[in-house]
């Protein structure tokens, strides 16, 4: 059978980097077996689910790396979910429950004092069509309860049900259906919930993997077991760690600091996001990655551990500037464009500030210093010493072409003349230059800021 995969948000919010580990996970695995990837929308919310948040989604992959090979709607699919629930009801394996989320929750808190699990009993499976027509006639609409294989003969005395698979990232796993409730597949309203759509189109679209959080590790055993009650044969299942934040809280969509769309504003490139999302509680070191082929060849699902991986903002920008300082020109070209910087100037200048950057749209504040004169923003300590040392100095600039080797000729006069060296020679005239006491090589910055440049900076 060959691999296919899909990554299934919800479109009612903006995916953040915990998404994009998912996401991630499945597209690596199936290019690295020459599978196929669907986006599909989990839109069966019509109220909560906006057209807007499902093109941004669609855009915060494409500009991660992933381009998918088919983009569903399950907004679209609502004949097959139906069909479904019809074909369950007919072997019995969908009874209706009428219970209120208050009577459950009361009946929950009876089993647990009486040292009891707390699943559902099954009631509603003792009720006679009497007994339902009676509560519908109140006004009670049912939701649908899918009836799970953990019994011999009577439902209401269960017994050790093992479903057992082989996870692609976790190994051998184990859940036992006796200790859970029969899940609900279809609301009192008639919507339905994730379960059921997901499983149908699983298989009508011939998906291989599932490939998910660790949270959903226990809803596995049921969802195996609704696909035989369809008469399909369950994909291959894996779930990976999750992220959280440092402090150990979960990531969630209502939180869009760690969102794509806000980290690409801040100017973090892709494949910091791809890096850490994929590295970070695995095997491998965190390091920048500098393309997906590269990680595509270093994936290995079973790399990631059991433990929840803490993301650290911090981690990212690290891995950013170590992406941004091995950027080529033609890499950054366009952006450094929109920057306003000198197409003539653009190779020689990256290559000189590039390094002192932790995102490409640092760039810009080296290119006002070029093109417009020292940095005005903050106090580097000009002491008047200095200040009429760097004014004196000026006048020994070397005459001719100004090169790289502008800078040596130009210090040795300097000190020859001034007896300084060291941090008291270079400091003062590159506060001068620049109005900063770090950054770039002034070597490469002088060619960039030309004679004429350079003499308006006599202090």
Not at 189 to 218: A, N
Not at 403 to 415: F, L, R, Y
Request: charged share 25%; net charge negative; aromatic share 8%.
């Amino acid at each position: 059978m060959p691999v296919t995969v899909r990554f299934a948000p919800s479109p009612t919010g903006l995916i953040h980097i915990g998404n994009a580990r998912t996401a991630l996970y499945n597209w690596l695995f199936a290019k690295k077996q020459g599978g196929e990837f669907i986006l599909r929308f989990d839109d069966t919310d019509r109220q909560r689910s906006k057209a807007e948040y499902a093109e941004a989604i669609a855009a915060d992959l494409e500009w991660l790396g992933i381009m998918p090979d088919r983009v569903e709607h399950q907004s679209k699919r609502f004949a097959s979910y139906d069909a479904a629930v019809e074909a369950l009801k007919a072997r019995g394996l969908l009874y209706p429950c009428y219970e209120t989320a208050d009577e459950l929750e009361r009946k929950r808190k009876l089993r647990l004092a009486r040292k009891l699990p707390p699943v559902y009993g099954r009631d509603a499976l003792k009720l006679s069509e009497t007994e339902r027509g009676a509560l519908e006639a109140e006004g009670r609409r049912p939701h649908w309860r899918f009836l799970l294989p953990n019994f011999a003969d009577d439902p209401f005395e269960t017994r050790r049900t093992e479903v057992h698979w082989y996870d692609v990232v976790r190994g051998p796993q184990t859940v036992d259906l006796a200790s859970m409730s029969d899940p609900v597949l279809v609301r009192e309203d008639g919507t339905y919930l994730y379960t059921l759509p997901s499983v149908v189109d699983d298989i009508e679209m011939g998906v291989s993997h599932v490939i998910r959080g660790d949270d959903h590790v226990t809803n596995t055993g049921a969802q195996i077991a609704l696909f035989k009650a369809l008469d399909a044969e369950p994909p291959e299942f894996g779930h990976h760690n999750l992220l959280t934040t440092v402090s150990g809280e979960g990531l969630s969509k209502r939180s869009g600091a760690l969102s794509l769309s806000s980290l690409r504003e801040r100017g973090y490139e892709p494949m910091a996001i791809a890096s850490l999302a994929v590295l970070i509680g695995s095997s491998d070191a965190v390091a920048a990655v500098p393309g997906m082929d590269a990680l595509i060849e270093a994936f290995e699902p079973a790399k990631a551990s059991k433990s929840a991986a803490k993301f650290d903002p911090a981690e990212l920008t690290t891995l950013n500037r170590a992406l941004v300082h091995e950027l080529s020109h033609e890499a950054v070209a366009d952006r450094l464009d929109a920057m306003g910087v000198s197409r003539e100037q653009s190779a020689a200048f990256w290559s000189a500030v590039r390094r002192n950057c932790d995102f490409v749209a640092d760039a810009a504040g080296w290119w006002a210093i070029i093109a417009e004169g020292p940095d005005k923003t903050g106090d580097q300590g000009f002491s008047d010493e200095d200040r009429a040392f760097a004014r004196a100095a000026f006048d020994h600039l070397p005459e001719g072409p100004v090169t790289p080797d502008t800078w040596k000729a130009w210090t040795d006069a300097v000190k020859t003349v001034s007896g300084r060296k060291g941090r008291a020679l270079f400091m003062p005239l590159r506060i001068a230059l620049t109005g900063r006491a770090w950054g770039p090589e002034i070597a490469d910055l002088l060619p960039l800021i030309g004679r004429e440049g350079i003499a308006a900076r006599r202090p």
